[in-house]
């Protein structure tokens, strides 16, 4: 069984900058593809991030040019870089893998907050 543990979150100004880490333990399929996910109160978590085991990436439109996904697969750890935060961007992250075959793996989330 996968488990995803997030580490990075915290209080920042708006734009500023937030670096997220996951890092994945256990028996991981791959190929595979690691993403990151993110709620605001009282809307439906939403797909912010992704990347495959080769390095393809995803961008929704509203992080595009702000935000950039990597990973190391050796350490099997997907990093979130966040620039230019907003208030908007205020929400929880989560980590999530999908291995295929419909495993897929989240991890419990770390709070991004964006205030002054």
């Known amino acids: 069984q996968v488990q995803l543990v997030e580490s990075g979150g915290g209080l920042v100004q708006p734009g500023g900058s937030l670096i997220l880490s996951c890092t994945a333990s256990?028996?991981?399929?791959?190929?595979?593809?690691m993403a990151w996910y993110r709620q605001a109160p009282g809307k439906q978590r939403e797909l912010v991030a992704s990347?495959?085991?080769?390095?393809?990436?995803y961008y929704s439109d509203s992080v595009k040019d702000r935000f950039a996904i990597s990973i190391d697969n050796a350490k099997n750890t997907v990093y979130l870089r966040m620039n230019s935060l907003k208030s908007e961007d205020t929400a929880f992250y989560y980590c999530?893998?999908?291995?295929?075959?419909?495993?897929?793996?989240w991890g419990r989330g770390t709070q991004v907050t964006v205030s002054s």
């Open positions: 999530n893998v999908d291995e295929g075959l419909g495993i897929v793996s």
């Open positions: 256990g028996n991981i399929l791959s190929p595979n593809t």
């Open positions: 990347i495959t085991t080769i390095g393809s990436t």
